[in-house]
C-alpha cells in the first residue's frame, strides 16, 4: 500500500539531546512537509522540500534541521535549540507543491521531553 | 490575524443528530483553495474535500456537505445523521497562490452513542 511511515510513534528527548524523526514515502511525491501541532492549534509548517536537496524554512524553523537526499525520505531533527520541542509532528507529502495539491499525511510523531 | 477561523473548538452531539462545522477564511487573492481534513484518534489527518474559489456549488457525498459562500468567505462542513465513527478532529485549510497552508484550529467533534 502506498503511504507515508512516521516513526517512531512515541519519542523522548533528555535535555541537551537531538533527536531524530523519520518520515518515508513510497507515493514518489515531489514534495515533503513537516507540521508541528500543539493541543489547540492549527498545524504549523516546520520545513518543506520540493525536490531533492532542496529544503525550505516554514513559519517555526528554529531548533529544527531537515535533509533531503534521497525523494522517498525527509528526516526531521528537533536540536538541543529547540526549547520547547513536545508537540505531535507530521509529516506530509504531495504530488507537487502547488496551491491546489492536497496532502497526504502520515500517523505522527509524539515527541515529549524527559 | 488568523487566515481560517474555526470557532468552535468542541462539540458533541448524539448519534444520528446532524452537525455543522463552520470554516471563515480571509484572503485577499482570486485563486485559492478550501479543504477539509479529518483526524481521527490515529493521528493521520484524511483529505475530505478541495474546493476552488470559482466553483462555489456545493458539494454532496453520502452523508457529508459542503457549503461554499464566497460572500461571507466561509466553507462550512456538514455531517447528517453523525454516526460514532464521525469522531474526530475536523482542520478546515487555505492554500494560495503562495503555495502556503493555513490551517485551522481544528473542531474537535464528539459523537455520543
Known amino acids: 500500500d502506498g503511504g507515508i511511515t512516521q516513526s517512531p510513534k512515541y519519542l523522548f528527548r533528555k535535555e541537551g539531546q537531538n533527536v531524530t524523526l523519520s518520515c518515508e514515502q513510497n507515493?514518489?511525491?515531489?514534495?515533503m512537509y513537516w507540521y508541528r501541532q500543539d493541543p489547540g492549534q492549527g498545524l504549523r509548517l516546520i520545513y518543506y522540500?520540493?525536490?531533492?536537496?532542496?529544503?525550505q524554512k516554514g513559519d517555526i524553523a528554529e531548533g529544527y534541521s531537515v535533509s533531503r537526499e534521497k525523494k522517498e525520505s525527509f528526516p526531521l531533527t528537533v536540536t538541543s535549540a529547540q526549547k520547547n520541542p513536545t508537540a505531535f509532528y507530521l509529516c506530509?507529502?504531495?504530488?507537487?507543491?502547488?496551491?491546489?495539491?492536497?496532502?497526504?499525511f502520515g500517523s505522527g510523531t509524539q515527541l515529549s521531553v524527559l | 490575524a488568523q487566515k481560517v477561523t474555526q470557532a468552535q473548538t468542541e462539540i458533541s452531539v448524539v448519534e444520528k443528530e446532524d452537525v455543522t462545522l463552520d470554516c471563515v477564511y480571509e484572503?485577499?487573492?482570486?485563486?485559492?483553495?478550501l479543504f477539509w481534513y479529518k483526524q481521527p484518534p490515529s493521528g493521520e489527518l484524511v483529505f475530505l474535500i478541495r474546493r476552488n474559489s470559482f466553483d462555489e456549488q456545493n458539494e454532496i457525498s453520502g452523508r457529508y456537505s459542503w457549503n461554499f459562500q464566497k460572500s461571507t468567505s466561509s466553507f462550512n462542513f456538514t455531517i447528517t445523521a453523525s454516526q460514532v465513527v464521525d469522531s474526530a478532529v475536523y482542520f478546515c485549510a487555505l492554500s494560495e497562490g503562495g503555495n502556503q497552508f493555513y490551517f485551522g484550529t481544528g473542531t474537535s467533534l464528539t459523537v455520543i452513542p
Open positions: 484572503t485577499r487573492d482570486t485563486t485559492y483553495y
Open positions: 507515493l514518489n511525491h515531489d514534495a
Open positions: 522540500s520540493q525536490i531533492v536537496n532542496d529544503f
Open positions: 506530509a507529502s504531495s504530488m507537487y507543491r502547488t496551491a491546489n495539491e492536497k496532502l497526504f
